[in-house]
């Protein structure tokens, strides 16, 4: 397990740590929003439910694994490397389909994915990467 001991590297996990609380954060107003909507009897479909619930788990599943790549995992860099480029691309595309959820709710969800862009750039740039070269 490589030992990342550089400051740059440190950092650059402390910001990208930053912006998945921020995206966290985010993701918990949209479950808010829809819990609200359902206490106020207005219709809230199981799809967003089920939606806005699993992009707040995905947010400490994220803070879960920068955690544990900040310690060296590889395992855990690789795999957030991955999912900080895939979960905003995802939850916009999804968003963009016709009638799928309503306007709110998508502009939400993509304000909350546009969080994670600052992460990919953060995890997928040349400082940490030379941390985990093979």
Not at 28 to 39: E, K, L, N, P
Not at 72 to 90: D, E, F, H, L, T
Not at 108 to 134: E, H, K
Request: charged content about 15%; proline content about 5%; hydrophobic content about 55%.
């Amino acid at each position: 397990m490589p030992t990342l001991t550089s400051q740059k590297q440190l950092e650059a996990f402390n910001r990208a740590k930053g912006f998945v609380t921020l995206y966290g954060l985010l993701a918990g107003i949209v479950v808010a929003t829809v819990v609200d909507r359902a206490a106020r009897h207005q219709v809230v479909p199981g799809f967003l439910w089920g939606r806005s619930c699993t992009v707040l788990v995905t947010s400490l599943v994220a803070y879960w694994l920068l955690t544990r790549a900040a310690r060296g995992a590889r395992w855990a860099y690789v795999r957030i490397r991955v999912i900080s480029i895939v979960m905003p691309i995802a939850i916009i595309g999804v968003d963009l389909i016709p009638g799928l959820c309503p306007g709110w709710f998508a502009a939400m969800q993509a304000v909350c994915a546009l969080a994670m862009v600052p992460v990919a750039v953060v995890v997928n740039g040349p400082d940490l990467r030379a941390g985990f070269a093979r």
